[in-house]
């Protein structure tokens, strides 16, 4: 078992966080046991070539070819793609295969992994300078500061390279990001050539990383002038060449600091970055101002600005927040970045607050709003993800919620998927100087702290939870923390066949003794399928029902419906039985729920105009009854295309 | 009165249509005489000086400057202005004043409107090409057909041109814009230079009105090749500068001809204007398959893709219309300028099938959808029309439906709306070879056929519509058809004080007999203020009811509730009482409905996770009672910024 710390977020030493990473994790078995085969052996395995067809590589390649004029741009080809950040994806993809590689040895991975750390390596400006797309022709370095993304692109570059620090051990790609970190250091700042943000946060959550890896201390100051700088106005998009739309500084959080924001707005993985950087750094300088700024824009998120998937990001207009509530689950944006941001900064309040809220949102995050983003077979991709489609959406060629695609223009999900995947066991659980916390249940062990456990489980599937101790410390109390999911009404916890009292401790069920290996904690969660309402303000999705069950959210596919009923033509009775149905030759095996629903008669669904005279009259006539089979929302998309929908209308009590 | 026919469409003698505008209408007083009288003191009068600002007058003397080196595009000053297709600003705002001449003379506006015509037509090119932005050194003329707005600014040319022709009897600017149609026969066709259609139709409508006016056939044949030529992926933003983001066709209608189409899809004014002019031409022609269709996608765009306003367009991103019954009330687009295209387009179905239909969704626009674009002010603009404004967007500075502003960065709707309002009478009334027809009901004057009548009425306040003869043929019957608006449950038709039977026919009342003059002719429409629910199929405001009164809509604005209660945080019980209150102070004179409403509890507006599990059990614990006060929803956002709904939420049955 991989012992070193292979994972994206490490507290130092003088961290205020409570919890750290814990120092064992590896996923053994089960369901993300499986996504993660496919994310190695498909979605990594096929991205070199990937990035090879999009021109990204072959722009790495231009930018180091000789300079044979002694010009600053190097002689090679123009630069490949239409986005300036493609960099990105190549530092996205490396970060993903060196998590991979931490987890599970691979040769021809690191042969790949090694030629594109070198093909950086050479593609680095003297002065520590690197972004292809400037570097070959694009534009001048550093005067574009909206939509440049020379610093979004370093930050990935600083990820990927602590990605390979810390899973190979080597200096080699360390070296180049400090490189590049030493010369930003040495244009940005109050005096200095350039005193402004990039209009892409990304760089702050880098800088700490690479801060927490390099121990040195101007990494830590430059990410806190990137924040502290960000929300003074100093961001035009007027600046930048052919952007012909003024996004408003809300757009990239120019509009107000963070630690006087009361809500999170603008384009959400900008959003997000920026508060997982925020996060970090107020876990290195114990900024209790900042902690709190934190913990409100969290909570404006998760209480008016979250889908039931954990999605966030309610308009495709700048892919972006909504006002509070505003929640449409057709135009949901809920950009696959989006969810990956959400997980990133939440999992960073839970370091930094030891509450099990977070870890609630991530797990909702991971196994709904996220995960549908990724197509079973590894290689098809969503990059916004609805709640709703209706039947002609598919049809239309230029509608992003149609279908999954291989490869996006501009692709940056893909392999932030990969990455997320392939570094998911560090989410799972934390150490601290008491014990362990499990945050999320996969099959598999995890140890700190002197307690090591393993976990088997059918999650998502069965609610049970058997974790066996392995190693423990010889008669030293410890603590093992099991959260409780905010999901769940109705839960058994036992030890050694014993059933303990547990009342929970904000989300947390803590078993405190002297461990021996072999006790075997319980924890059973019930896991009825179930219906779900929106509070009254949640105005796009009124007078609906979703299906859940466990962490899972449920849709209806049209494919799936008796007929290929339209999913936009049902209505389910409030107290409808709900049945739950194990499918293993299904989607890659799953358990559907049958919903008793009614068909709507025509009258209701079509007519000269949609806006009828209200009459006090109950329609109560009888409605054609027809059995709905649900399926997991994550899996939607993955068969022949149609309408989707989450939230299902609810009938009229007779 | 004015009796030429001083309106912009008049179907040539030719066409199938079988209503002709009537050739006399003139409104007198009441509600639109009012706002008339606003658009022609205020925003008509401070049209040039905006137009100066604006740098679009600039144009237009740059580019008539003398050219001092020979070469093609002038010595003056360079483009101001951020858009091609500013021109169109200057060629609406003058088709809006000479409408407004026809009705009423005015020495100042008059002399104005000579000056911008002599600016117009020195700016000219001597081949008759005309667009300043491309006069100025925007680039080579006729090589961006996507974006360049070439054509679609000679549309607006045009339609000024005949408007002035028809105001004043001049050929001065018709001389101007048949040299531009010339030209652009000259350029565009099989084998010509140009073979494709502009990104923004509005040429092939103004092209028919050009033939109507000159009886020129080379017009409407370039007006039908720009009709049939559209629909076969020409187009493609991939071939213009400065456009990062590739629409898709369906934006521009570029992917399926008009006569093949079956649903209204993107851009929705482009779509409308395109509907405009395929519908002049199907008149013209008497082509019925292109009739069919047009009758098709109007039906589609009205039973699915409609607001309860009229208002059209549910996306931001890129202003389209969105599937069907996705009509989100808080993120709805419904550009003014898009309710201004539905109005043209229904107008012009109204004359070429004689249907009331029409005319009953010209109304609901006109009072709602539409007004609302324009402040009370006679100043002050909206670009966009949603349903909904929740509490804290007004507070957002990019948020485009913050506030009302002066006049626009893109500045099409203000002169849009300026020219409906000018043009108004023209859409009121027709006749044919048996009657007149009285289509929307103002106090005025209106004849055709040797028919005319004097309307008074206190519409939409009151549903009394009383029709007075003041001149008939002798002894010869007439029919007179009063539309019975599809709003209207309950009414009663007099004749002289007799009652008539009068089952409508399709929408029309009509009273066939030798008409004398001083005949009076009563219609009384029951207005009680009423509930309205929407089709199952509209998801966004399920639910919900609204508050309608005749053709109003009316809204909950915050600063009319009791302590500035947010309409976000209310519920209406089913069968509320309605309560129509005469408010002459407020608004500029209206009538409120008062709804007696539910304020939520507390905890149903809060929490930390907005979805909760269903529970079967009724919340039928008492909320506080709360007497919430609506008005009519053309008249919002005209006082302090604050939330506002259309839909309110029915509350639950106790």
């Given at each position: 078992m991989n012992t070193i710390q292979a994972g994206p977020v490490h507290p130092s030493p003088r961290a205020v966080s409570p919890l750290r990473p814990a120092s064992a994790a590896r996923i053994e078995g089960g369901f993300w046991a499986e996504r993660r085969r496919v994310n190695a052996r498909i979605s990594l395995a096929e991205g070199p070539g990937r990035l090879e067809q999009a021109g990204n590589l072959a722009n790495f390649r231009a930018a180091a070819a000789p300079r044979t004029d002694g010009a600053d741009t190097p002689s090679g080809t123009g630069f490949s793609g239409d986005f300036q950040f493609q960099d990105s994806d190549v530092y996205k993809w490396l970060e993903a295969a060196c998590w991979q590689l931490a987890d599970t040895p691979d040769e021809t991975l690191a042969t790949e992994v090694e030629a594109i750390v070198e093909l950086i390596a050479a593609a680095q400006r003297e002065d520590g300078y690197l972004q292809t797309y400037y570097q070959l022709g694009?534009?001048?370095?550093?005067?574009?500061?909206?939509?440049?993304?020379e610093l979004y692109c370093a930050g990935h570059l600083i990820q990927a390279a602590v990605a390979h620090h810390r899973a190979t051990g080597s200096d080699r790609l360390l070296a180049v990001a400090r490189r590049l970190a030493d010369h930003i250091d040495s244009v940005f700042g109050p005096g200095k050539q350039v005193d402004t943000v990039c209009g892409h946060p990304e760089v702050e959550t880098a800088l700490v990383e690479l801060h927490r890896t390099t121990d040195e201390k101007r990494y830590l100051d430059l990410a806190r002038y990137f924040l502290e700088r960000r929300g003074h106005g100093t961001l035009s998009s007027g600046a930048d060449r052919g952007h012909d739309r003024d996004p408003g500084p809300e757009y990239w959080q120019d509009h107000t600091p963070v630690r006087a924001a009361d809500e999170v707005t603008g384009h959400a993985v900008r959003q997000l970055y920026l508060l997982a950087g925020a996060a970090d750094l107020a876990a290195e300088t114990g900024d209790t101002e900042l902690r709190t700024a934190l913990e409100r824009l969290w909570r404006d998120m998760v209480t008016t600005k979250t889908y039931l998937t954990g999605a966030v990001g309610s308009r495709h207009d700048w892919e972006a927040f909504g006002d509070a509530h505003e929640l449409p689950a057709d135009r949901a944006y809920a950009e696959t970045c989006a969810a990956i941001a959400s997980v990133h900064f939440s999992w960073r309040m839970a370091l930094l607050t030891g509450e099990a809220r977070y870890s609630d949102l991530v797990e909702r995050t991971l196994f709904n709003g996220f995960l549908a983003g990724a197509g079973l077979d590894g290689r098809t991709w969503l990059y916004v993800n609805p709640l709703h489609r209706r039947a002609r959406s598919h049809e239309r060629p230029g509608d992003q919620t149609a279908h999954r695609t291989p490869w996006f223009r501009c692709a940056c999900c893909p392999p932030n998927v990969m990455r997320l995947l392939a570094g998911l066991p560090h989410y799972l659980a934390t150490a601290d100087d008491s014990g362990l916390q499990l945050h999320q249940y996969a099959t598999g062990v995890y140890g700190g702290d002197g307690l090591t456990v393993r976990v088997t489980t059918e999650y998502p599937w069965e609610g049970t939870v058997t974790v066996t101790v392995d190693e423990a410390p010889t008669a030293l109390p410890r603590t093992l923390s099991l959260r409780l999911p905010a999901w769940c009404a109705d839960h058994t916890l036992t030890v050694n066949g014993t059933t303990v009292e547990d009342g929970a401790d904000s989300g947390w069920l803590r078993i405190t003794r002297a461990f021996t290996p072999g006790d075997t904690v319980r924890l059973d969660l019930a896991m009825p399928a179930r219906l779900t309402v929106p509070s009254s303000r949640v105005d796009a999705v009124r007078g609906c029902a979703a299906v859940e069950r466990g962490p899972l959210v449920y849709c209806l596919e049209q494919t799936d419906q008796p007929g290929r009923l339209d999913p936009d033509t049902i209505a389910v009775p409030p107290d409808t039985p709900l049945t739950v149905r194990s499918r293993p030759e299904l989607l890659g095996g799953v358990r559907t729920v049958s919903v008793a629903g009614n068909r709507l008669r025509a009258d209701d669904t079509s007519g000269d105009w949609p806006y009828l005279p209200y009459t006090s009259a109950t329609s109560g006539e009888p409605h054609e009854s027809v059995e709905l089979t649900a399926v997991p929302y994550y899996a939607w998309a993955n068969r022949e295309p149609g309408a989707m929908r989450v939230w299902l209308p609810l009938a009229a009590r007779g």
């Open positions: 694009g534009g001048i370095p550093w005067t574009e500061p909206g939509w440049g993304h």
